[in-house]
């Protein structure tokens, strides 16, 4: 037998428990400074024994403002990402915002569907990790809405950009591995169709032009950022008549597919090949061997981004939009040992 549904408590049936008028209830569960505080605090907690639950419809309707944010990202399973995404949600309830987020997977289709929610349930603004080829709707309507770039850049959009030196990151981990007496250093990185990808890859070939080193199109293998095409990627360069003594990694999850190619080839690391991984995850510091990475400072990254958010909000200071990118950091660790 389905149990019967009981309807929703209502400001009403608050008023009607206390005996008390509904304006005042209402006034009380919206901090009203003319009610006593041990009028709030009884009203709070007869809604809370009536399972009253706020209609955010209509408060709406009646102040105009949602008090949510949209975030977008590509993959909530990269750490990285995962890691923003608790930052920034912190931040916003501190400011008595919600964070909703929201998974594009990269697909430029899933990220219009998406925009096109949050514009629907009223965000107040957007954070986003643009997939690099939005379409002009999506453009179009973070152009309506106060939008922050987190970590990437689409030229197109009209928004404020808070991003790390990609360039410098791989360019960093590049010559780390040069100074240590490799020639033949590959590069798996993500997509050129991101900027992060264009970057990286831009870095990793600025370290070998500078140390006359051939860039070879043949060790850089351009993928997505999952753990099955980093390992597929690292697999078809170690099968190369001569394969690379080392290799640059541009993202955490493809580190990790590489790691398991090296294994499964019964090989070691930095033994049998050096490496050098972007963005340093948790993880990276306690594999055997621990991994040396570029580290990317992600707590100042997100605060800042939704400093600039809030600041477009009005409900902080203005902060400056026009940010530099974020410095990366060689994190040296045992993953990389010099060439004999």
Same mark, same amino acid.
């Given at each position: ?6 309807p ?8 009607r ?36 639950v ?24 990269? =750490? ?7 930052a920034?949600? =912190? ?10 987020l929201?998974?594009? =997977? ?7 569907r ?10 107040e ?6 997939c690099?080829?939005s379409?002009t ?8 809405l106060? &939008?922050v ?27 780390h591995?040069? =100074? ?11 997509p050129?169709?991101a ?8 870095g990793y070939?600025?370290?070998? &032009? ?22 597929s990627?690292?697999n078809?360069?170690l ?8 290799v ?7 580190a990790l ?13 930095p ?14 510091q ?8 570029v580290?990317?400072p992600?707590?100042e990254?997100?605060?800042?981004? &939704? ?8 409900? &902080?200071?203005?902060v ?11 994190v040296?660790?045992d ?6």
């Open positions: 037998m389905t149990a019967e549904r009981r929703a408590s209502t400001i009403k049936d608050i008023a428990q206390l005996g008390i008028s509904h304006a005042t209830v209402s006034r009380a569960l919206s901090d009203h400074p003319l009610v006593k505080d041990e009028t709030r605090e009884l009203v709070r907690r007869t809604a809370e024994a009536l399972g009253y706020p209609n955010s419809g209509a408060r709406l309707m009646r102040h105009g403002l949602s008090h949510v944010v949209g975030l977008i990202v590509p993959d909530v399973q990269n =750490e990285f990402y995962s890691a923003a995404a608790s920034m949600a =912190e931040h916003c309830q501190r400011l008595g915002y919600q964070l909703n929201c998974v594009s =997977e990269d697909d430029p289709n899933r990220e219009e998406h925009v096109q929610a949050l514009r629907e349930s009223r965000v603004g957007v954070l986003i990790v643009p690099g080829s379409t709707r999506t453009l179009a309507l973070l152009n309506k106060p &939008t770039q987190f970590l990437r850049t689409d030229p197109r959009l009209g928004a404020a950009v808070v991003a790390a030196d990609d360039e410098l990151a791989t360019y960093m981990a590049t010559k591995l040069i =100074e240590l007496g490799h020639q033949r250093i590959a590069l798996i990185s993500v050129r169709s900027s992060t990808g264009r970057q990286r890859i831009a070939e600025l370290a070998m &032009t500078e140390y006359s080193l051939k860039v070879q199109p043949s060790l850089q293998k351009v993928v997505s950022a999952r753990p099955e095409f980093g390992y990627a690292l078809e360069l099968s190369r008549r001569y394969p690379p003594t080392a640059v990694i541009g993202s955490s999850r493809q597919g590489a790691l398991r190619a090296v294994r499964e080839r019964g090989l070691s690391v033994g049998d090949l050096s490496m050098v991984a972007f963005a340093d995850s948790d993880w990276m306690v594999c055997s061997p621990p991994l040396t990475a580290s990317l992600v707590g990254m997100c605060l800042r981004a &939704t400093q600039i958010l809030f600041g477009l909000l009005g409900k &902080t200071t203005t400056d939009d026009a940010t530099l990118p974020f410095s990366p950091q060689l040296l660790r993953s990389a040992s010099p060439r004999e």
